[in-house]
């Protein structure tokens, strides 16, 4: 009997019932669930073996689809315990992930080192019963690059050493996140001093009573305090912005930049033993390092390449940056500092903010009240109404869900219904881990009786939470991100595939999957979306056209900086996969500061230790992949630029070009190669013009 009728975390379709998934759950159901989809994996073996042996040929229904529910069962299951991992993180539920992943992991490398499977596909490629379509052969290339990645060429000690290094590899990259978590969280400092908190803007100031009073301190308040300091975005930043008390800012960022780099949470070990295993297994694949593995399935064809428009960036961005450098060390000095002399890591956010008042008199703090997360919803789903013609409304209650603050959304078009989406907006530094991102629940896909199923998507971000009787009132950057975001749930969402290997972000070159989200983000600026959902949480007044333009005004400012810091990630993550082997006598940390040399135009400080939180390159998918960021950027800058060609102001061209994008980008998903797609909504290949343009940096 299938155990998937017996279990909430086996059942293995439709929403998951999250708060019936426990770690007594997942300990007792995913061994039976593994066992299970061994047995059906060794049954369509042996179908196929017989199959070939007989010289009949295969059709797609006999090896993909057979294929794709065994993965589907398992991604159903894996994925809900990974996601609540990720949002609802206890010792309990980490020690049982911990547990089963070994066994995961051996799972799918039995999947991808099949010699059966591996050969059926090939004879599926080259003599099908029926001719593929180019999305199904563009499915198969990928899936026989995926299997000679995972050692599907390898044989005997090859392969066992091989596997190992797998099961290795994921067991450190859940140690290194939960290790970053855990650093993050356990750092608190509590201030008593209304000195200390002279500068913080009272939102910051209810934020950190508010996380005073929960650990402990009953009658903490935002006026007298105390106020308890944490790691976290939404306590953090502030701190760095906003406090006068120059030794707090530096006590914070300190403990910032060293987070997981000490003690039994130091990830150092863990970095080192991660980059030597990625390398011994590209060469055991037949590469030279592990960044050409990854580049093997990008759309950049070589690390030279991905070198090259990285010093393209660069070279623009370094003098800008010094020149913004030395623009806020001469505010400092109009300030009548000390620090000006040696302005610090710890300086730069405090008189950037400080500078950005003065130029553009622009408050980004005091702008957060037109931006209540409501309301921002409601300019997000107007736009995507206007640019993709789909209406999305609240469906909360109708869905099962792992936490209070989490909404649920309906997403239809024509009437007809299309997707749906959970969104968990606030940050959480006890239980969630930090950043946003997208993940799916349910893929599109055809149920063996020809049914749709319509795709779900996780929508995860971190902002500041409410307070008292305030909405989540959300810092401009919060808005980008929470539209960033979106534009991933976008192509998850707005699929029209129908093979769920090449459905959604499914088989998209990791280095294209952020050209919607950095789409996205371009139209909070524009006058309709923003005028859409910038309105006064309390007075419902539309935000001032003047604070409209100094917001535009000031988007470019110290883009030197910004677009130097992610070259820099970018650079590291690359050679630190490319060049760096113990033999060269540098720690990776050592090797990152050689690279700062020319990325940075202020050396990191001896305790900062940024490798060690980087949690997208050791704990993420984004190994020899974080330059994918500006590679995307340039899709996106170029993709945004064809609305500003036919004018931002012109509606009927808006919408059509929206429609474009929609039945381009949006719906092909990764069903064909992303320059394809990418010229079938552009008319031609992309551009770094616009990028360089909307940066402010050709003059440089």
């Known amino acids: 009997m299938s155990t998937s009728t017996s279990s909430p975390l086996l059942k293995g379709h439709g929403l998951p019932s999250y708060e019936q998934i426990t770690p007594e759950l997942v300990r007792q159901d995913i061994p039976l669930l593994l066992k299970e989809l061994e047995q059906q994996f060794t049954d369509l073996e042996q179908a196929l073996r017989s199959r070939l042996d007989s010289d009949s040929f295969l059709g797609w229904e006999e090896v993909m689809q057979p294929m794709q529910r065994i993965g589907e069962r398992l991604r159903w299951s894996w994925g809900v315990i990974s996601h609540l991992n990720g949002v609802c993180n206890t010792p309990e539920l980490r020690d049982a992930h911990a547990a089963q992943q070994p066994d995961v992991v051996r799972l799918g490398n039995r999947l991808g080192q099949s010699k059966v499977l591996h050969r059926a596909l090939c004879q599926l490629r080259d003599q099908p019963s029926e001719p593929l379509n180019s999305t199904r052969q563009r499915i198969l290339e990928s899936e026989l690059l995926s299997m000679q990645q995972r050692g599907v060429g390898l044989d005997g000690e090859h392969q066992t050493a091989f596997n190992q290094a797998s099961e290795r590899l994921a067991a450190l990259s859940t140690s290194f996140g939960n290790h970053v978590l855990d650093a993050t969280q356990q750092w608190t400092l509590k201030l008593t001093d209304p000195k200390q908190v002279k500068g913080l803007p009272q939102r910051a100031l209810e934020s950190l009573a508010a996380a005073a009073r929960e650990a402990g301190d009953a009658e903490a308040s935002a006026e007298k305090g105390p106020w308890l300091v944490g790691l976290d975005m939404p306590r953090y930043i502030p701190v760095l912005t906003h406090a006068d008390d120059r030794s707090l800012r530096e006590t914070v960022y300190r403990a910032h930049v060293s987070r997981a780099s000490q003690g039994n949470l130091d990830n150092a070990p863990l970095i080192e033993e991660i980059l030597g295993l990625r390398r011994d297994q590209a060469q055991r694949l037949g590469y030279g390092h592990w960044a050409e593995l990854s580049l093997a399935s990008k759309m950049a064809e070589d690390v030279s390449a991905v070198e090259a428009l990285l010093e393209e960036l660069r070279a623009a961005a370094y003098p800008a940056a010094e020149k913004e450098l030395e623009e806020l060390k001469a505010c400092a000095q109009r300030h009548g500092t000390a620090e000006a002399d040696a302005l610090a890591p710890w300086d730069v956010t405090y008189w950037s903010e400080k500078l950005r008042r003065e130029r553009f008199d622009l408050d980004q703090e005091a702008l957060r009240p037109w931006f209540p997360l409501p309301q921002v919803l409601d300019g997000l789903f107007g736009l995507c109404s206007r640019l993709f013609d789909v209406e999305i409304t609240p469906a909360d209650g109708e869905a099962p869900v792992w936490h209070k603050d989490v909404r649920f959304f309906h997403v239809r078009r024509g009437g007809e219904p ?68 979106f534009g991933h749930g976008l192509q998850h ?52 056209q003047a604070e409209v333009e100094k917001l535009r005004s000031s988007r470019t400012f110290n883009a030197g900086l910004a677009t130097l810091r992610q070259v820099h990630f970018a650079l590291t993550d690359l050679r630190l996969h490319s060049q760096w082997t113990p033999q060269l006598g540098l720690t990776p940390d050592q090797f990152r500061r050689d690279i700062a040399g020319t990325t940075t135009v202020m050396a990191p400080i001896p305790e900062d230790r940024f490798l060690c939180a980087f949690g997208h390159i050791f704990a993420g998918g984004y190994s020899a992949g974080y330059y994918s960021y500006k590679w995307a950027e340039v899709l996106s800058a170029d993709a945004y630029a064809a609305f500003e060609e036919v004018g931002l102001d012109q509606e009927d061209q808006v919408r059509a070009t929206g429609a474009r994008f929609r039945d381009t980008v949006l719906s092909l998903g ?18 770094s013009e616009a990028l360089i343009r909307h940066s402010g940096l050709q003059a440089a």
Request: aromatic residues 10%.
């Open 418 to 485: 299309i997707a749906a989406f959970y969104l968990d907006p606030y940050s959480r530094p006890a239980s969630k881990r930090g950043g946003a991102w997208m993940d799916e629940c349910l893929g599109r896909h055809r149920n063996s009786d020809g049914s749709l199923v319509l795709p779900v998507a996780y929508l995860i971000c971190n902002q500041t939470p409410p307070v008292g009787e305030a909405p989540s009132l959300m810092s401009f950057e919060e808005v980008e991100t929470l539209f960033h975001e």
């Open 493 to 544: 969402m707005l699929t029209t595939v129908d093979e769920p290997e090449a459905a959604g972000i499914s088989n998209v070159e990791w280095d294209a999957v952020e050209l919607p989200s950095q789409f996205m983000e371009n139209w909070c600026l524009d006058q309709n979306t923003l005028m859409g959902m910038a309105r006064h949480w309390q007075t419902g007044e539309p935000l001032p």
């Open 670 to 687: 990764g069903s064909r190669a992303p320059t394809e797609v990418f010229k079938a909504f552009r008319g031609r290949v992309a551009s």
